[in-house]
């Protein structure tokens, strides 16, 4: 199972219907997630990108077609199950590192093992524990606005893997954060993939995101224009930006 | 495929709900570390209840003077208005002029908290991507204005006594301790108390339910 298929996408289409005009963000995409694998999904601003990695993160719905984890289909769960598997088997990480603001980097990481069922105690525990591991275990009572940009990431990252997902998912991890930041985060990302044999699917602008992709598939005008993998892609990195831009 | 769906279903548990100790202590954190935020929304509550105590309060005052019937008090209330004649009570105008500072009171509540509401959209958005689901938000911002309202109506309460005994001992010295209508006056208190927390409750209901239907995927958008 452990090379098995997380996600599957098949037919996914999206409209967006603006007064008299329909606009189509999706035309169609099948597409499928091995387990552990780390995935980038590039493409310009507009390409629908970010509509279709929204779609598989369920966090929007699409138009027609079906996306399964794990074999099991997003629209045949109730908006509790659903719930139930973005706290258990997601992490979501945002460009702008989403940290709620009046809560501290541990209380942060504990609300979200708080939402899997945890006693408040317990879940103070295992997010200290989380912190520890992308090194922030000195600053479990800052509050966000008293951290760097790359140490608020971390504490989203700390977020993400505190309730030990299949997936990960980050939207521009990198987006907001300085280049040398921004390789150490991709990096802590590898590691975890690695040691905690998490998908990792990010969608990204992000050349330095290549390199650590097991799979870089691109977007473009709704639809998927191509899928490498990472032998093919490190051949041809000096003429991808023709893709990208 | 039908069946296959009631499959799946049993598959995946659903959420588990929060207990309210956990909410209740993200509301009061949330409001502690927003606390000139959360100062202004309150100001309204605490501007309408301290009037209401005001004037509640030195109403009983006047009337327990009155009934005292001392002809030096009776110059001395005369001296500040007061129709001595007259047949006790509160008049017209004084409810009507109450009635529209607890209207605005009650404006200004659902107004700061849609305004505190749209704020956190990104916020709500994130913790429904982390596993709340809807019953956590609208409990969260359901005490949060709850406990505005509440704090708000003590401080009301509080200012406005004070500053009502403190007008009727100017006006009219000692004579207001020992006819202190204590009776009354607690009265006047316990019908602000519930006057300003029906008030605050019925403020959050509409702003706490419109904020749970905001969609995880608001998390996403980027705009600062």
Not at chain 1, 67 to 82: E, F
Not at chain 2, 23 to 50: D, Q, Y
Request: with cysteine.
């Amino acid at each position: 199972m452990s090379d098995g298929i997380i996600i599957r996408a098949e037919g996914i289409t999206k409209r967006y219907v603006m007064g008299a005009e329909t606009v189509h963000a999706l035309r169609g995409i099948s597409l499928d997630i091995r387990r552990g694998q780390y995935v980038s999904i590039m493409g310009p601003s507009g390409s629908g990108k970010s509509t279709f990695f929204n779609i598989i993160g369920g966090l929007d719905k699409p138009s027609d077609g079906e996306v399964a984890m794990d074999g099991c289909r997003y629209s045949a769960l109730s908006s509790s199950q659903m719930a139930w598997v973005r706290c258990h088997k997601i992490g979501y990480i945002f460009q702008s590192f989403n940290l709620i603001p009046t809560m501290t980097a541990l209380e942060n990481v504990a609300i979200a093992r708080i939402f899997a069922g945890r006693a408040p105690a317990d879940a103070r525990k295992d997010a200290a524990e989380s912190l520890g591991q992308v090194g922030l275990g000195n600053r479990l009572t800052h509050l966000p606005s008293e951290l760097s940009g790359g140490q608020q990431q971390r504490v989203a990252i700390a977020r993400a893997i505190v309730n030990k997902p299949a997936i990960i998912l980050a939207d521009e991890p990198t987006g907001n954060l300085d280049l040398h930041t921004g390789e150490e985060i991709i990096a802590l990302l590898g590691h975890m993939k690695d040691a905690m044999r998490i998908t990792v699917i990010t969608a990204t602008h992000d050349m330095k995101m290549l390199s650590a992709s097991d799979v870089v598939v691109w977007i473009a005008d709704g639809a998927v224009k191509r899928m490498a993998n990472r032998d093919e892609v490190k051949i041809e990195i000096g003429s991808i930006d023709g893709h990208v831009t | 495929m039908a069946e296959l769906a009631v499959a799946e279903r049993q598959e995946i548990p659903c959420q588990v709900s929060v207990p309210w100790n956990v909410v209740f202590s993200v509301s009061w954190s949330s409001l502690r570390r927003r606390f000139f935020r959360s100062l202004i929304t309150m100001l309204g509550v605490i501007l309408a209840i301290a009037f209401l105590t005001y004037m509640m309060v030195q109403d009983s005052v006047v009337d327990a003077l009155l009934e005292a019937r001392i002809e030096a008090l009776n110059l001395l209330l005369q001296k500040s208005g007061v129709d001595v004649l007259a047949v006790q009570g509160t008049d017209t105008m004084m409810i009507l002029l109450i009635s529209l500072a607890l209207l605005t009171c009650l404006v200004g509540i659902v107004n700061a908290m849609f305004m505190s509401v749209s704020e956190r959209i990104k916020e709500i958005g994130t913790l429904k991507c982390l596993g709340a689901e809807d019953s956590f938000i609208v409990k969260t911002y359901f005490v949060e204005s709850s406990l505005q309202g509440v704090l708000g109506t003590t401080l009301g309460i509080l200012i406005g006594l004070v500053v009502s005994v403190a007008l009727c001992v100017g006006s009219y010295g000692g004579y207001v301790f020992q006819y202190f209508p204590y009776g009354a006056v607690l009265r006047a208190i316990a019908i602000a108390l519930a006057i300003g927390s029906i008030i605050s409750v019925l403020a959050s209901i509409g702003p706490a339910y419109w904020a749970s239907k905001k969609q995880p995927v608001d998390a996403m958008r980027v705009e600062e």
